[in-house]
């Protein structure tokens, strides 16, 4: 089968699983298929299984290497991604280890897709009630504000359930917890810590953070400077245009003066150049340092 007509296949049964499922359900469909991800490539003892809304789901585990042992960081890639996403995000899980953390990256919640919507051939000629108040040259939005609500409540529910469990994989690492979430879900982290939806971490890492929802995202800088926690704001280049809309308000709302409070950090590089993986690591590992020589491990 050509690539072409396989496309199109796949644009129609989109169309129609939309249609039939409706988008809790297609969530839970896209979600299922990325929980099934294959593994075992990874040492078997690296590979754990948390349970969501039923299914397992997996989450990378690797201890900590060396004399250091500062405590756990969980890695939450962004939306749909692997939890050994290609990149700086399984760089990080991978080269954290030696510098005194143990890496727990977990699978993030799935983007939900936009729906497609057909027309049947004898419809077209057909008069219809006018049901769309949008101008000519306004583009049309790809879900409702309700459906929008419903579709970052699901992310949420689906990443609130995953890190509930965490405690009991990372019990044998003792020490402070670092979470570091990327894109979308770094907003979605920001959320819930914004509504106590989540236990506090010790240091929040946050890579080019944004939502795809412009209310939502008009709302990530006041959010992310009210949570009480030391915050490392990394913002690349090539971060999405939401992300970069925000940085400087993200900066600007911070506590100022407050070194083991907020630090941004702008890299010079794209993310997509293994360059710039070295220095994010290095910008965490001594943001970490930092906070460590303020408030040392008990």
């Known amino acids: 089968m050509k690539f072409s007509a396989f496309l199109s296949q796949l644009v129609v049964f989109s169309c129609f699983a939309y249609t039939l499922l409706g988008p809790h359900h297609l ?67 991978l080269q954290l280890n030696q510098l005194g953390w143990a890496t727990l990256a977990i699978t993030p919640p799935s983007l ?43 992310q949420q529910t689906f990443l609130q359930t995953s890190m509930t469990q965490l405690d ?23 959320e819930l810590l914004d509504k106590q939806g989540l236990p506090a971490p010790d240091i929040l890492v946050v890579i080019n953070p944004y939502s795809d929802i412009d209310s939502v995202n008009a709302q990530l800088a006041p959010k992310l400077a009210q949570l009480p926690m030391p915050i490392l704001d990394l913002q690349s280049k090539d971060g999405s245009a939401a992300s970069i809309a925000t940085q400087s308000q993200r900066l600007t709302l911070a506590p100022a003066n407050a070194p083991t409070r907020y630090s941004q950090q702008v890299l010079a590089l794209d993310l997509s150049l ?16 930092r906070i460590n020589k303020a408030y040392p491990n008990g």
Do not use: C, H
């Open 112 to 154: 939900e897709t936009p729906p497609y919507f057909a027309t049947r051939a004898d419809d077209i000629n057909q008069a219809g009630e006018q049901n769309n108040s949008q101008l000519a040259n306004q583009e049309t939005p790809d879900f409702s504000a309700q459906q929008l609500a419903d579709i970052q409540q699901q």
């Open 27 to 93: 969530f839970a469909a896209e979600q299922k298929m990325l929980s099934i991800a294959d593994y075992r490539y990874l040492p078997a003892n690296e590979v754990k299984q948390l349970q969501v809304d039923g299914k397992q789901v997996p989450a990378l585990l690797r201890p900590w290497l060396g004399k250091k042992q500062y405590g756990l960081a969980i890695i939450v890639p962004d939306l749909s991604a692997r939890a050994d996403a290609a990149g700086v995000t399984n760089y990080l899980r």
């Open 274 to 289: 293994k360059v710039t993986w070295d220095n994010t690591l290095k910008l965490i590992a001594g943001f970490a340092q």
């Open 168 to 190: 009991s994989l990372g019990k044998e690492f003792s020490g402070k917890r670092m979470l570091i979430a990327f894109g979308e879900s770094a907003n979605l982290v920001i």
